[in-house]
């Protein structure tokens, strides 16, 4: 038992040394919290009630209740969210010695008032990305499926929600967002990307779509599929480029079919199409088939 004491105290002495924390140790300021994934999937829960009346939430409402659940769920969506921007402020200004200042509350109010202003567009175009994914896969029986059921879809929900967070300078929690849709579908879209209506991802397992990636409209691609970014030079100082286009674009009326990978800043012509299992580095052109195997 002396033993086992030992080399417990031992190993507590090693992890407390500051030369092993000192770069993985954050020290909390007062009235600073961090932001909770818990509380942002309660946040998207209430954005897809919101967005899909009917299909999540209560499932009570009716044409006649609508207006009156959906502004409880504003309500409601607006003080969580604003409570997690706050954290999420807080937590990246390191400048800061204390979180308690009124003007981060207002801020925080301001930014959570600004997001639940694109919703309604927001709903706009997901209902072209639920129509897209019913018209492109003939397992589908009915857009209703799609919204319940596609791991696809239920990607690209998170990642318009956390996109235009992502476009209000709101840290952390954009990427915690689509990090959940990562981990529940397998399909990591980086909130930064900018993809347009008529979006489509088929079984979607394995599939990459970096930060500065741009998708056109009518946009269909399968499962493993790369939009990956181009190992760029170090710069000046030998530290890593941030903030520099890197990813595809793809224009709009491509499909990209499984385990493609697409990669560095290249152009992707209007209605081409990518076939699985080839890796591109350079421009195609529109119409493009390219593929590695011939019938």
Not at 209 to 234: C, D, M, W
Request: glycine share 8%; net charge negative.
């Amino acid at each position: 038992m002396q033993e086992h004491s030992n080399s417990l105290s031992i190993t507590v002495d090693q992890l407390s040394e500051e030369t092993s924390y000192r770069k993985l140790f954050h020290s909390y300021r007062e009235g600073e919290m961090l932001p909770s994934e818990e509380l942002l999937c309660e946040v998207v829960d209430l954005c897809r009630s919101i967005l899909f009346p009917g299909y999540f939430g209560n499932a009570r409402i009716s044409t006649q209740t609508i207006r009156y659940h959906t502004g409880v769920n504003v309500e409601t969506l607006h003080s969580l969210l604003a409570r997690q921007i706050y954290a999420g402020l807080c937590f990246s200004d390191t400048t800061c010695e204390t979180c308690t200042d009124e003007s981060r509350v207002a801020e925080s109010e301001r930014l959570a008032t600004a997001f639940i202003a694109t919703l309604p567009d927001m709903r706009s175009v997901l209902a072209t990305d639920a129509e897209a994914t019913y018209a492109n896969d003939p397992a589908a029986h009915s857009a209703s499926e799609v919204i319940i059921c596609y791991p696809g879809f239920r990607a690209i929900v998170n990642y318009r929600i956390a996109h235009e967070l992502y476009k209000l300078d709101i840290p952390f929690i954009p990427r915690m967002i689509t990090e959940m849709a990562h981990s529940e579908t397998g399909i990591d879209i980086h909130p930064g990307a900018v993809i347009g209506h008529h979006f489509s991802i088929d079984h979607g397992t394995g599939t990459v779509i970096g930060e500065t990636s741009v998708i056109g409209n009518y946009v269909r691609i399968f499962q493993g599929v790369s939009l990956a970014g181009e190992k760029l030079p170090p710069d000046e100082n030998g530290n890593t480029r941030r903030g520099v286009a890197r990813h595809p674009v793809v224009e709009d009326h491509v499909t990209v079919y499984s385990n493609a990978t697409l990669i560095g800043p290249i152009r992707i012509g209007a209605a081409a199409t990518i076939c699985g299992n080839v890796w591109i580095a350079e421009d195609v052109p529109a119409g493009t088939i390219v593929k590695q195997w011939t019938k």
